[in-house]
C-alpha cells in the first residue's frame, strides 16, 4: 500500500542547532515533493519544492534534499529559533493532473531557547 | 492582500442538516481543492476542480458535494452531515502547473 511516513511525531531542538526532519515514502513516484509549514488554527503555508531531477534545494535557512533511489526527503533547518516552532508537513506531487498532493501526518518541532 | 477566504471558521451541527463551507480566492487561481484534516490521518483530498464547470473527486468525496460556477468560488457542501465529517476542512488554490498551494484559515466543523 502507498504510504507516507514523517520520521516522528515530535520533536526538540536546542536554539541555534539544525533541525533535521525526514519524510519517507513507499509505492509512490512523484514528480515533485513539497514541503509547508502549519501553525496551531492556521491553514499549511509552503515553503519548498523540489524535483525529481533536483538533489538539493535551499533557501535562506532551509534546505530539502530529494533521494528517489531511497524514497526519502530530508528537510533541515539551520541555526533553528524558537520562531520556528510548527508542524512540518511533507507532500508528494504525481503530477498526474489532478493536482492532488499527497501528505505526511507532520513533524511537530519545537525549538527551545 | 492575496488570500483564500473560507467560511465559516466555526461551525457546530446536527446530523442531517444541509451545510455550506464557501471558499474565495483572490489570485484568479485556475486550481482550487477542498482537503480534510483528522489527527493520524493528515491531509486528504475531497474534490477538486481544474476550472470553472470541471469539478472532479478526490480521495474521500463521499457525503460531500462541489460546484465552481465562477473562478473565484469553490463552496463545500455537505448535504446530510453524519458525525464521522467532524473534521477541519481546507480549501486551496493554485495556478495551473506550478503545484505550490496556497490554503485557506481552516474550517472546523463539528457534527452532533
Known amino acids: 500500500s502507498q504510504k507516507i511516513e514523517q520520521n516522528s511525531e515530535a520533536l526538540n531542538i536546542q536554539e541555534g542547532k539544525t533541525a533535521t526532519l525526514t519524510c519517507n515514502y513507499t509505492n509512490y513516484s512523484p514528480a515533485y515533493l513539497q514541503w509547508y509549514r502549519q501553525d496551531p488554527g492556521r491553514g499549511p503555508v509552503f515553503l519548498l519544492l523540489i524535483r525529481e531531477n533536483e538533489k538539493e534545494k535551499r533557501k535562506e535557512r532551509l534546505k530539502v534534499t530529494f533521494d528517489t533511489t531511497l524514497k526519502q526527503s530530508l528537510f533541515h533547518i539551520t541555526a533553528s529559533q524558537p520562531a520556528d516552532s510548527a508542524t512540518y508537513l511533507c507532500?508528494?506531487?504525481?503530477?498526474?493532473?489532478?493536482?492532488?498532493?499527497?501528505f505526511g501526518t507532520g513533524t511537530r518541532l519545537t525549538v527551545i531557547p | 492582500e492575496a488570500q483564500v477566504t473560507q467560511n465559516p471558521r466555526y461551525l457546530i451541527t446536527v446530523t442531517g442538516k444541509k451545510l455550506t463551507v464557501t471558499c474565495s480566492q483572490n489570485m484568479n487561481h485556475e486550481y482550487m481543492s477542498w482537503y480534510r484534516q483528522d489527527p493520524g490521518l493528515g491531509l486528504r483530498q475531497i474534490y477538486y476542480s481544474m476550472n470553472v464547470e470541471v469539478t472532479d473527486k478526490g480521495d474521500v468525496p463521499e457525503g460531500y458535494k462541489v460546484s465552481r460556477k465562477e473562478k473565484r468560488n469553490f463552496p463545500l457542501i455537505l448535504e446530510s452531515p453524519s458525525p464521522n465529517q467532524t473534521s477541519l476542512y481546507f480549501c486551496a488554490s493554485t495556478f495551473r502547473g506550478t503545484g505550490e498551494l496556497f490554503f485557506g484559515e481552516g474550517s472546523r466543523l463539528t457534527v452532533l
Open positions: 507532500a508528494l506531487d504525481l503530477k498526474t493532473g489532478a493536482n492532488n498532493l499527497f
